[in-house]
């Protein structure tokens, strides 16, 4: 049920990094996209399969609810050796939400800032 991150020959040993990381698989009407967060330490609290509203930072407004963590990038060294957090999401989101989405976390609304939902 994990997909596969990339072509597998017959006879070839399946091991972990053969599978693609990440959550849920999409659900029909929803599409993966790539959400930078405006407060990047957010991104490491986060797992694939967490629910979560998306944010706007300049006025507040709920630009996605009930959006899916499918992945969540990884920290990475900065300067000096110092840890940096993932920076951002891959989230599965209603379609009709894919460009206000977009608008908001690239354009001039501040960014998006990832809200936890509580466990259904």
Do not use: K, N
């Amino acid at each position: 049920g994990v997909p596969l991150a990339a072509a597998v020959g017959r006879g070839e040993v399946l091991t972990a990094v053969r599978l693609r990381s990440g959550g849920p698989p999409l659900a029909a009407g929803r599409r993966a996209i790539h959400v930078p967060l405006a407060d990047p330490g957010a991104a490491a609290r986060l797992s694939p399969g967490d629910h979560i509203d998306l944010v706007a930072v300049a006025d507040g407004a709920v630009v996605v609810e009930d959006a899916v963590v499918i992945d969540v990038d990884r920290g990475s060294v900065g300067a000096f050796g110092a840890s940096e957090s993932g920076r951002g999401l891959t989230v599965g989101v209603p379609t009709d939400r894919v460009g206000p989405l977009t608008a908001a976390a690239l354009g001039g609304r501040g960014g998006v800032h990832a809200a936890v939902r509580p466990a259904a």
